[in-house]
């Protein structure tokens, strides 16, 4: 980020804030509820761009790993130890690579921009499976399978991950060309 001015840090810091308040915005759809998180990475990508996007989800995890309550379930260094802080990490690729294809996309397309988000769903699903997967099983000894894990967790949060592309791209698109960007 070469511009550090008053307004770029002020947009990380706002959307650093948002995600956190994402992770309070909760629909309990089966055993792992579905925040709004995502959404407000997407759209920190799609809307900042790939430096300050990503550097707004990094603002999060670490104020979560500093010991500030922002993750779903608190906060502090032990998270680390929590089996869903894999998502936490790939939420850092995946607004990298949305803020990546809206920084390059010109114009502005709707379906490259849902291919970036859907692109980058997958990373942070990825991401999350195998840390799950790793801190489960050889962390805390419990026995979790990968098709356990995508019926129970991810089957139920990728419709709403979907839809929250969807908005994200669009507003994003809205909110670009209303600052003339």
Do not use: H, W
Not at 93 to 107: D, V
Not at 139 to 152: A, C, K
Not at 155 to 161: A, E, F, R, S, Y
């Amino acid at each position: 980020m070469r511009n550090l001015t008053v307004r770029n840090m002020t947009q990380t810091a706002l959307f650093a804030s948002l995600i956190a308040i994402g992770a309070f915005i909760k629909l309990p759809l089966g055993p792992v509820p579905v925040t709004m998180q995502t959404f407000f990475v997407l759209l920190s990508g799609y809307t900042l761009g790939a430096s300050k996007g990503t550097l707004s989800v990094i603002i999060y995890i670490l104020l979560g790993l500093f010991g500030l309550p922002v993750f779903a379930e608190g906060g502090g260094i032990s998270y680390l130890l929590k089996p869903t802080f894999g998502f936490l990490i790939g939420f850092i690729p995946c607004s990298a690579l949305t803020g990546f294809f809206s920084e390059k996309i010109r114009p502005l397309n709707k379906k490259l921009l849902a291919f970036s988000g859907i692109t980058g769903i997958f990373i942070v699903y990825l991401t999350g499976a195998v840390y799950c997967i790793a801190v489960s099983r050889y962390v805390l000894d419990l026995p979790v399978s990968l098709g356990s894990l995508i019926t129970n967790s991810l089957l139920i949060t990728l419709p709403v991950d979907l839809i929250s592309v969807v908005i994200a791209s669009l507003l994003s698109i809205r909110v670009k060309s209303a600052l003339g960007q």
